[in-house]
Nanobody
Framework: QVRLVESGGGSVQAGGSLRLSCAAS????????MGWFRQAPGKEREGVAA???????TYVDSVKGRFTISRDNVRNFLYLQMNSLKTEDTAVYYC???????????????????WGQGTQVTVSS
């Protein structure tokens, strides 16, 4: 059984930083593409960043240069380092995993099979 558990959310002022972590257990390994998604109040969930088994990454334009996705393949952790946070980054952030092995990096929400419960990130001005 796959389980994804996020941590590291919280409240921060604009310009600050947070680091989100996602602990993966079950049949999720470094062969799987993993990503971070977010959902702000009243908005649809959107893909933020993803990383595949080869270490290739992709980001939504609004976070490029500010956020960095990485993974620890030994400990089975996924991370999202968020710098220069803006009020518009406020959302619930979700960790997700694609069940396919060696899928190329992507942010297609419907291709992700497993989801965490989410962690709240609040950025104040």
């Amino acid at each position: 059984q796959v389980r994804l558990v996020e941590s590291g959310g919280g409240s921060v002022q604009a310009g600050g930083s947070l680091r989100l972590s996602c602990a993966a257990s079950g049949s999720i390994y470094n062969r799987n593409c993993m990503g971070w998604f977010r959902q702000a109040p009243g908005k649809e969930r959107e893909g933020v960043a993803a990383i595949d088994s080869a270490g290739r990454t992709t980001y939504v334009d609004s976070v490029k240069g500010r956020f960095t996705i990485s993974r620890d393949n030994v400990r089975n952790f996924l991370y999202l380092q968020m710098n220069s946070l803006k009020t518009e980054d406020t959302a619930v952030y979700y960790c997700a995993a694609d069940a396919r092995w060696f899928a190329p990096v992507h942010l297609q929400e419907d291709e992700y099979d497993y989801w965490g419960q989410g962690t709240q990130v609040t950025v104040s001005s």
